[in-house]
């Protein structure tokens, strides 16, 4: 076992990402799960989360905490929120879209899926046409920032084909909560998902789901699952104020301390200014590496681009990957897509400085492999 480090090599990934030294030093104590300390910090942060969402539990909605990543809180709304007559029409682009296909074929709840190719946004007419063909289809669920690509789908376009058939319309925003202002009335959003460990930069261990207070007790009786029942979790934290199994006690604290971070930084706007300018430090300098994104700029987001591998035969991922991570830089290894790509996460506590140095690993690694790039 190596000793443990000052500094971490920095992670350029959609998540777990690199966090403050503060988020992770406050996980340096032993909280009691069911203790009244503990279960008021969760109260307040269930709070926070509306607030960074723009609403509040006086205009009747609820974040609802739940133990396990944020693949977890997508299924949990699938588990719970749709009705045992129900049908979703899912909106894929990429690796997220498909796992929520996963799930649904895992709960036997009947689907449609609506695919279009990965450097694409969803097709809010192609939606309009299926949702007036198909009368069993009761939600739609799609992908805000498809993290697969980096991509940014029109959820507000989306939302607005869904409230016009009146369908119940499920968000994830696991990639881009906290780095983009999201207005549920303007997208009419239902239920939204998101993690701790993503643009709000705090440590895995939970996701969380917001929707109206009425629509999660509309779910009585409906739960396909009892660890992802998310109407019984909200009763829970209504009646005792705890998690229904064990929490993850660290995570919570972390998250707190990271909420903290999050309000210095100036919110929503402070931190996507920061992801942007990162975003663009990172083009500017894989522009002089002869290094092209995937996407065209209108649909990209700022929270993780894409680039296509270089076409030199010299050029191999793994070898690519292993002596960047040497010089001291965690890429993200190819999650299989449609393209050939590897992509460079830009959220997390990363700045302009840590841009640069990773371009220039980049450009010395190209050089030390003899790999051309394309200008
Ligand atoms: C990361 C991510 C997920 C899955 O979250 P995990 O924490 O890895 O389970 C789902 N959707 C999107 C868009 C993501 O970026």
Redesign the pocket.
């Known amino acids: 076992m190596p000793l443990p480090t000052a500094k971490d090599k920095p992670l350029f990934t ?2 777990p990402l690199t966090t403050s030294l503060s988020v992770k030093q406050a996980m340096l104590h032993d909280a009691g799960s069911w203790h009244w300390e503990f279960n008021a910090k969760v109260k307040a942060l269930r709070a926070r989360i509306l607030g960074i969402a723009g609403l509040h539990q006086a205009g009747g909605w609820e974040a609802v905490l739940l133990q396990g ?4 809180g ?1 299924e949990s709304v699938f588990a719970t929120c749709v009705p045992p007559t129900g049908k979703v029409a899912v909106l894929s682009n990429g690796a ?1 879209g498909e ?1 929520m296909v996963l799930m649904l074929q895992a709960q036997r709840i009947p689907h449609a899926v609506l695919r279009t190719i990965e450097d694409t946004p969803n097709d809010p007419a192609a939606l309009d046409a299926l949702l007036a063909a198909d009368p069993a289809i009761t939600h739609v669920a799609a ?1 805000h ?3 697969t690509t980096g991509i940014l789908n029109d959820i507000a376009a989306l939302g607005a084909v869904t409230r016009k058939h009146g369908r119940t319309y499920i968000v ?1 925003a ?2 881009s909560f906290g780095a983009y202002p999201i207005d549920f009335d303007a997208c009419s959003i239902d239920f939204l998902i998101s ?1 701790a ?2 643009c709000l930069e705090g440590v ?1 261990g939970f ?1 969380f789901v917001i929707g109206r207070r009425a629509a999660f007790f509309a779910t009585e009786g409906w739960a396909r699952s009892l660890s992802l029942d998310l109407l019984s979790q909200l009763k829970g934290f209504e009646k005792t104020g705890q998690f229904r199994y064990t929490p993850p006690t660290h995570s919570i604290l972390a998250f707190e301390q990271a909420l903290d971070e999050f309000d210095g930084e100036g919110g929503i706007e402070g931190r996507a200014a920061r992801y942007r300018h990162n975003h663009e430090t990172l083009l500017a300098g894989m522009a002089m590496l002869g290094m092209r994104p995937y996407l065209r700029p209108e649909v990209q987001s700022h929270i993780i681009t894409s680039f296509p591998f270089p076409t030199d035969p010299k050029f191999t991922f793994d070898v690519f990957y292993r002596l960047v991570s040497d010089k001291g830089f965690i890429l993200y290894p190819g999650k299989i897509s449609q393209a050939d790509t590897f992509r460079i996460g830009n959220i997390g506590r990363l700045f302009e400085a840590d841009m640069k140095q990773v371009v220039y690993a980049i450009g010395e690694t190209l050089a030390e492999m003899g790999v051309r790039g394309e200008v």
């Open positions: 959609p998540g990543s944020g693949t977890f997508v997220y796992r992908v920032c498809e993290t994830d696991m990639s993690s460990n993503k895995p996701s």
